[in-house]
């Protein structure tokens, strides 16, 4: 086992050193901090991919993983030590850790993705993913035979309320008399969501949009099982914050992706950090800034997706980035308790 | 000489473990191809490299000793409260009620220290309740109602406590003029961290040298016995018990009130690490505060390993557990030896 | 056919079985008298294997399967053709029969041919003539048919080691240990005949017991113990129930205790109509009554389980009963408030003793909150020590001095530090269970010279004793209790035989 680990570390150590070396000065040191294990196939392995553009492109980086709120400020301000130009704490929980390092800190910037409200002194990234939900929701419309669609969140959080409405009024917009079935499980429970997929599915729902992480895999499954055993009668599915075209269990019946590219959104800081452009406050990033959009799985754009389904969609996000079509915007009033 | 726990033997026992552990771990990193010294020099360094890491070191070892202490006073005396989970975060939820929904004032972290306590109690209390009124075993329950407590920290931070500001599942943000002071200024060391070592030794002096603290040892080691002595078992488990769980809560209340400094439904928990910190101590709460430190310091240091050697930190972790299992075994092997040998003065 | 011979066993100085020869013949079921502490239960222990003998040998089946003291395990004596049936079941509530008997048997690392088993349970009820659902939950059972599970499951643990498919080897031997204890009446009557049927079945049962009239129903020959050795032996017939239970007690005509002057202190203890809940579990207290003055010593003989440990929870407060009055001592008070009953335990070890504490602390137990040893709940171990150390030299404890544990005591100074701590204080109840249970001669008579002394300077002393030689050599009067009633012998004005018979309720 030990010699295994070597064989995996040596290089990278050595790698490290290089690219140390090779580290253009014009390029930001960037150190990423996350919630989640970097493998976890969800969030925050999202968020390492996109730093691994950062470090491609020439900067150094670091990623601490596995990071509590409690132990955020210890982090922030090591990372701030260790002569970090930007650290990008990735996860609404870091916003007031952050917030406290950025008081005392100056030399480091501080940015935290998914966050939704400014704080001084640090850039909030406030990632929309309704648009491209919208989207979503005009495939949805267009190819149910039930005309019943579901949708489960992980949380029953505004971002995750905000995909539910997009996805309700795309699938309205082809189809007025659709309905959509909403139900909220768990963002690392993959059983539990395999169960709720299992129950949508037997309430006659051909269409279900995920927004749970890495337990989508719950979801994928039950449709795996589901489509394999009823070929006649096909449950169809979607992806939402990472590509999940291609997922190994149901990528077949995977019509399309609402993703965040973390890549382009860490690039957009970074970059005003290199540019010295860099101001604290709130980044939004939605389709128009190309950051949040949908993928169609390119495997179906023959199949169910069909030229004119395609078009729909293209005219539906022009549309939308004009600003000539919006989605209504429910966001309850913030003091209002968001039951789970 | 008084007390029959031997502490020197037991201090071999546990710093021994701790030393074959790190021994164990740095010499597998040493097979792996890195150099030891660099290791345990770059580990070092993540521990106590500067004033500032070590001010951090003992900061993260408070939760970890006011949890060992909670676990030490329930161990000894026989009551088997896995619960500290739970009673730390109800602790924490009492303390961010009090520090975000009640006036700012420097008085405000001590009284949110004594919310927290009584909530920690309180989670507990319903505990001994469910085994005293339903037979429902004690370990059971304190597990289960730790699964509640995170909800409960959910619910929270959704509801009556979250933060109007954001969409997010936290509460608001303590007032600065609501917080721990500092211990020193320039780290984040609070004094909770005084508190914390002086309630070790008040737990230690209640254990050695009251009447309560015999009692709760003579049940912790044979309740027949103490029933049959005449001493109220039900009542002394029940202080025990009430006594962890406010120690659990109190700590969930000084790591809001002074490290945090709000609450997330992201919150860390150090509960089933404080059990482990109390058993490396020897269930005695003079050994819990070295213990503490070992545990806070591996954290450190690994995730030092971590961002300098691109070591994973886990193996943090690793070394913990072969600690506790060193110790555990050690433990069990010189209760043997000890038991076979009778008549040692 | 089983075989004892001149089988030995002392445990730490005290003798428990002296040269005890023993032989049961093929197909016959052999009867093994004796009170507690008579011995049955460690030649048992030693034939399954649970012991081993200091001297002597077992022969079961046949002289090739002779071991010298015994078999080494349980498994080597299902290996020679010997299984038990404890009188404390062993089987696990939610496994079914079959998988209970499957668990009790060996079959090292094969795989298990559940059909195969169910048959042979089917197949051994059916010559017992039981019924028996081999896929029953072992919880779903009543007791009697649980010892019928038991029963198969030791007969087929020895066929499956011994790798014969009948569970009715002519060698078999099977232990049934005091099997009627938890049955009803009905359930008895059921059991019996079945046993009579193993044995006609060529398989050799040792019924243990002290139910006089079931040995004489069931058995064809009996074997008496008394103290460790064989005080008869021989077929039943002929043998009355009263000639048994005189040879169970002995014969010999103790002379009443020295002449006493006759009882004057004031009642300490009284008990007026002491009755258990209906649904207690029997044996049930029932109208129990009696009175004990200071300066006598009230014995209470009988065999265990016949309603002791119920009595003297009421009588110490730990079960709730308004019959039971200690004049002076409040109910709560009884275990630790000033006035206390001094409590000398059954099992010192778990009652009385924590053993890895030290003597010091173990002496100060029940005091510690009180002046001197402790003020405002604080501790002052000077007091400790100087108590310790007055007790140590009072009581003659011997070991390595207060602050060794007292685990590190023989059994007999484990027992000075109990009568230290309980009676130093003079306490005008003393209530003793059982107190030489494990103790040699010296040590024995050491603990009831201090009960009696205690009486003499005016103690109550309530003495509940399993030895009744010990028991009559210090009791001013005695009172039996059989089956949780309680009948006054009328000792001294009678002789041990009667005492012996109103044990075993055949008066």
């Not at chain 3, 004892?4 to 008298?33: D, M, N, P, Q, Y």
């Not at chain 3, 290996?79 to 048997?105: I, K, S």
């Not at chain 3, 150390?389 to 059994?411: E, H, K, M, N």
């Amino acid at each position: 086992m030990w010699f295994s680990i070597a064989s995996s570390f040596l290089p990278r150590v050595l790698g490290l050193a290089l690219l140390m070396a090779s580290a253009s000065a014009a390029e930001p040191a960037v150190a990423l901090l996350t919630t989640g294990s970097i493998n976890d196939g969800g969030w925050s392995q999202l968020a390492k991919q996109g730093l691994d553009k950062l470090t491609a492109a020439g900067s150094r980086t670091t990623v601490v993983q596995k990071v509590s709120a409690d132990q955020a400020g210890t982090e922030l301000r090591d990372c701030a030590a260790d002569g970090f130009d930007l650290v990008i704490a990735h996860g609404y929980e870091f916003l007031n850790p952050a917030a406290e390092a950025a008081k005392t800190i100056t030399t480091t910037k501080f940015a935290v993705s998914g966050a939704d409200v400014e704080r001084p002194g640090i850039v909030s990234i406030d990632f929309d993913v309704s648009q491209a939900s919208y989207q979503l929701g005009i495939i949805a419309g267009t190819l149910t035979k039930s005309g019943k669609l579901g949708f489960i969140g992980g949380g029953a959080f505004p971002s995750v309320k905000a995909c539910y409405r997009g996805f309700v009024a795309g699938a309205k917009s082809v189809r007025a008399d659709v309905t959509v079935a909403e139900a909220y499980t768990s963002w690392d429970q993959v059983a539990q969501n395999k169960s709720q997929t299992e129950a949508f599915i037997s309430q006659g729902i051909d269409q279900i949009y995920p927004d749970v992480d890495a337990a989508a895999r719950g979801v994928y499954e039950a449709i795996k099982e589901h489509n394999t055993a009823n070929p006649q009668k096909l449950v169809w599915t979607y992806g939402c914050v990472g590509d999940a075209n291609a997922n190994p269990a149901a990528g077949q019946w995977t019509l399309a992706s609402a993703i965040i590219r973390l890549d382009e959104a860490f690039a957009h800081v970074a970059k005003q950090v290199r540019d010295k452009t860099w101001k604290p406050g709130i980044v939004r990033e939605n389709l128009a800034t190309g950051t949040c959009v949908a993928v169609l799985n390119p495997v179906l754009l023959k199949g169910p997706i069909d030229a004119a389904l395609q078009a729909k969609i293209t005219a539906a996000g022009a549309a939308l980035i004009a600003g000539t079509l919006t989605i209504p915007d429910e966001r309850p009033a913030p003091a209002a308790p968001a039951a789970k | 000489m008084i007390l029959k726990w031997a502490p020197m033997s037991e201090a071999i026992i546990a710093v021994g473990a701790a030393t074959l552990a790190l021994a164990l771990v740095v010499g597998g990193l040493a097979i792996a191809g890195f150099s030891p010294w660099s290791v345990i020099a770059v580990g070092w360094a993540g521990i106590a490299g500067s004033p500032l890491r070590l001010a951090i070191c003992a900061q993260e070892a408070i939760p970890l000793l006011m949890c060992g202490l909670a676990a030490t006073l329930a161990l000894r005396s026989g009551v088997l409260n896995i619960g500290l989970e739970g009673q730390y975060l109800l602790g924490a939820v009492a303390a961010v009620a009090v520090l975000t929904l009640g006036p700012v004032g420097s008085c405000l972290p001590w009284l949110a220290l004594i919310a927290g306590g009584l909530a920690g109690a309180l989670w507990c209390a319903v505990a001994v309740g469910l085994e005293r009124g339903r037979g429902v075993p004690l370990v059971l329950s304190t597990i289960l109602l730790n699964v509640i407590a995170i909800h409960v920290v959910g619910v929270c931070v959704q509801g009556p406590l979250h933060d109007p500001a954001t969409a997010a599942p936290q509460s608001a943000m303590v007032p600065d003029g609501s917080r721990m002071p500092l211990l020193f200024a320039g780290t984040p060391l609070h004094v909770g961290f005084l508190v914390a070592v002086m309630l070790a030794v008040a737990l230690w002096l209640m254990q050695r040298r009251t009447a309560l603290g015999f009692e709760l040892e003579v049940i912790g080691l044979n309740p027949l016995a103490a029933r049959f002595a005449g001493i109220p078992v039900g009542r002394r488990e029940l202080t025990a018990a009430l006594g962890s769980g406010a120690l659990a809560g109190i700590a969930g209340a000084m790591q809001v009130a002074g490290v945090t400094w709000f609450l997330s439904s992201d919150v860390r928990s150090y509960g089933y690490a404080g059990i482990a910190v109390a058993l490396l101590g020897r269930l005695h709460p003079l050994g819990v505060i070295p213990a503490a430190f070992f545990f806070s310091g591996l954290d450190l240091g690994a995730r030092q390993l971590e961002r300098r050697l691109d070591i994973p930190h886990d193996l943090g972790d690793v070394t913990k557990g072969l600690a506790l299992a060193a110790v555990l075994v050690a433990g069990a092997l010189s209760r043997r030896l000890g038991s076979s040998r009778p008549g040692t003065p | 056919m089983i075989r004892f011979a001149s089988i030995t066993k002392t445990f730490s100085g005290v003798t428990a079985l002296a040269g005890v020869s023993l032989t049961a013949a093929t197909g016959t079921v052999h009867g093994v008298l004796g009170e507690n502490g008579a011995g049955k239960s460690t030649l048992m222990r030693i034939a399954f294997g649970l012991e081993r003998a200091d001297h002597g040998a077992i022969e079961i089946g046949s002289s090739e399967n002779r071991t010298s003291s015994g078999p080494r395990s349980p498994r080597d004596a299902a290996r020679l053709g010997l299984g038990m049936v404890h009188q404390h079941f062993t089987l696990v509530p939610t496994a079914t029969v079959t998988e209970a008997c499957v668990l009790g048997a060996s079959h090292g690392l094969g795989l298990v041919d559940h059909a195969a088993w169910q048959a042979r349970i089917r197949a051994t009820a059916a010559m017992l003539q039981w019924q028996i659902d081999p896929d029953a939950r072992i919880s779903s059972l009543g007791v009697g048919q649980q010892q019928r599970v038991e029963i198969i499951k030791a007969l087929l643990s020895v066929g499956s080691v011994q790798g014969t498919a009948s569970p009715f080897s002519a060698r078999g031997v099977l232990i049934l240990d005091e099997p009627t204890a938890v049955l009803t009446p009905q359930e008895v009557d059921e059991l019996l005949p079945a046993v009579r049927r193993l044995a006609a079945a060529g398989t050799t049962v040792l019924f243990i017991s002290h139910k006089l009239h079931e040995v004489e129903r069931v058995c064809d020959a009996v074997t008496i113990l008394r103290r460790g050795a064989v005080v008869h032996s021989g077929p039943v017939a002929g043998l009355s129930t009263q000639r048994m239970a005189e040879l169970m007690v002995g014969t010999t005509v103790n002379l009443p205790s020295p002449a006493r002057q006759p009882v004057t202190g004031a009642p300490a203890l009284v008990i007026t109509k002491l009755s258990e809940r209906a649904n207690a579990p029997a044996p049930r207290l029932t109208d129990v009554s009696f009175t004990v003055h200071q300066n006598e010593i009230v014995a209470i003989a009988g065999v265990d389980g016949n309603g002791q440990t119920a009595l003297v929870r009421c009588v110490l407060g730990l079960d709730r009963a308004d019959a039971v009055v200690t004049p002076g001592i409040p109910a709560d008070q009884r275990l630790a408030g000033v006035e206390r009953i001094g409590l000398i335990p059954d099992d010192r070890q778990h009652e009385a003793l924590v053993m890895e504490l030290s003597i010091e602390r173990n002496l100060v137990l029940k005091d510690h909150h009180r002046p001197p040893f402790a003020r405002y709940g604080w501790l002052d171990f000077a007091a400790w020590r100087a108590h310790a150390v007055d007790l140590v030299q009072r009581f003659s404890i011997r070991g390595a001095g207060p602050a060794a544990t007292v685990a590190s005591l023989s059994g007999g100074n484990q027992q000075k530090v109990v009568i230290a701590r309980e009676l130093h204080r003079q306490p005008k109840l003393i209530v003793a269970i059982n107190p030489t249970r494990g103790l040699d001669v010296a040590a024995s008579a050491e603990v009831l010279e201090r009960l009696v002394s205690a009486r003499d300077h005016g103690a109550a002393v309530l003495l509940v004793h399993h030895d009744l030689d010990e028991l009559l050599s210090v009791a001013d009067r005695v009172l039996v209790l059989f089956g949780g009633r309680m009948t006054d012998s009328g000792w001294p004005a009678c002789d041990r035989a009667h005492i012996g018979r109103l044990m075993l309720g055949v008066a």
